[in-house]
């Protein structure tokens, strides 16, 4: 709590601020409100008299870093700077650094727009737009637009931190034309929140923590960014409000993601992953909902709809596996696709209930089998959990004019007991654990009905 109170009291530091607006306004285009300095004047000029090559924002972060409060316990809270409305062009890349001070102190900064279609700072040049130092230790990004109209950029925003427990806070960022990658770029983040950020980027954020048993990473309310950002190195990631593809590129123990649109692809180990109240997109975002290149050991999937095929995987020459794989309501939008069943993915338990019929064209809790003579016999695990397992097998036409009877397994087995509870078919069927025995009736006579199989 100590950080989020410290981006409170960054923004309003002796109600001292660096504002910020374009050139031919008034007598300044960046002024030092709380000692009433110009830092550059209205046609872009500096105090030494050289002309800014950045719209006044590299004047701004320079000066910023030279006026600020020190506190023994925080550090060094930079003024923060605040872009006024208006267009901030520029083909120089800008760096936010720490001026004289020493790299062993701590840092926070603060960059606010006047709204995220009012403040837009447009950039032509190559490279990365905005660097951060990796010294600063906290960073506060809100409210403002973001162009790179010619994607000539590699990344917009940039931050490398190589501090301990660092602190970002990024609200409000719209965009209109993205980077050639990455958009937002921030590595070795400890504790990240992320809000409303909207951008047309093939690639949306890059954000990676300090370690996978360490750190939360909260991206919410609305957020929608490219058609892919990457994720990793947290114990705890929440994502709410996303459409778009997650890929997982370090390991997570706890990653969840509600009222989303899109797929996830696991390139990382992940311990725990539930996604509720959400669009699973694996028709438009190929090769499937879920993209398993890397072993998950609990999978939840809670009331969702699902666009396409569930599971695939994209690294086919390695072996992986799901430890369980629990589903518990499921509708598919595009009910001619299969569930999915990649040949290098094992899933070691299973968990459904409430799947309605045909969602999927196949699951691997469904199969079918032709009669001996004639006809078929579809099984459909209608729940399958550890507690409790429910088989609704349906015969169509069924024909054995042998005298040989019919042994077919059941595609997932019960674990230690199976009975069967209805069957108005006119056969004669037996169980076991692992399937039924049709005795043969040694006639021409169909048979259509079902057989209710349940136990545990």
Request: charged residues 10%; negative net charge; aromatic residues 12%.
């Amino acid at each position: 709590m100590g950080n989020i109170k410290l981006l409170e009291k960054q923004k309003h530091i002796g109600n001292g601020e660096i504002l910020v607006r374009p050139q031919g306004y008034g007598d300044w285009s960046v002024y030092d409100t709380l000692n009433d300095v110009i830092v550059v004047d209205e046609n872009g000029f500096t105090q030494t008299g050289t002309q800014t090559q950045t719209a006044g924002i590299q004047e701004a972060m320079n000066y910023a870093a030279t006026s600020q409060l020190y506190s023994a316990d925080i550090g060094y809270i930079f003024y923060p700077i605040k872009l006024l409305a208006g267009k901030f062009e520029f083909s120089t890349p800008v760096t936010y650094g720490i001026g004289n001070h020493s790299t062993s102190d701590q840092f926070a900064i603060t960059i606010m727009g006047s709204g995220y279609m009012e403040s837009d700072i447009v950039y032509t040049g190559t490279g990365n737009a905005i660097t951060i130092d990796p010294n600063i230790y906290n960073v506060d990004l809100e409210n403002f637009l973001i162009n790179n109209p010619n994607s000539t950029a590699n990344t917009f925003i940039y931050w490398n931190n190589i501090q301990s427990y660092p602190l970002l806070n990024v609200a409000n960022i719209n965009n209109g034309w993205g980077t050639s990658s990455y958009l937002l770029y921030f590595n070795n983040i400890f504790t990240a929140t992320l809000t409303n950020i909207v951008s047309p980027s093939l690639y949306g954020i890059y954000i990676n923590g300090a370690g996978s048993n360490q750190g939360l990473l909260y991206m919410r309310n609305l957020m929608w960014s490219g058609t892919n950002s990457t994720v990793g190195n947290y114990e705890y990631v929440y994502i709410s409000g996303q459409t778009q593809r997650i890929t997982v590129n370090n390991a997570i123990q706890n990653l969840k993601l509600t009222n989303f649109n899109g797929g996830v692809t696991f390139n990382a180990p992940v311990n725990t992953f539930i996604a509720e109240n959400g669009l699973l997109n694996g028709y438009n975002d190929n090769p499937a909902a879920l993209v398993i290149n890397a072993n998950v050991n609990y999978i939840k999937l809670l009331s969702d709809t699902v666009q396409g095929t569930m599971l695939g995987s994209t690294n086919t020459t390695t072996n992986y596996t799901i430890g369980v794989l629990s589903i518990d309501g499921l509708y598919n939008v595009n009910q001619h696709l299969a569930f999915g069943s990649p040949t290098n993915v094992t899933i070691n338990a299973y968990d459904f209930k409430n799947i309605p019929s045909g969602t999927f064209t196949s699951m691997p809790t469904q199969s079918t089998t032709n009669g001996t003579t004639a006809g078929t016999v579809s099984m459909d695990a209608v729940e399958y959990r550890v507690e409790y397992k429910k088989y609704i097998i349906t015969f169509s036409g069924y024909e054995n004019d042998t005298t040989t009877n019919q042994t077919i397994n059941f595609p997932l087995p019960f674990n230690t007991s199976a009975v069967i509870s209805a069957n108005n078919t006119g056969l004669t069927v037996s169980t076991t654990t692992s399937g039924i025995t049709i005795t043969a009736p040694n006639s021409t006579t169909t048979y259509s009905g079902i057989v209710i199989v349940e136990g545990y």
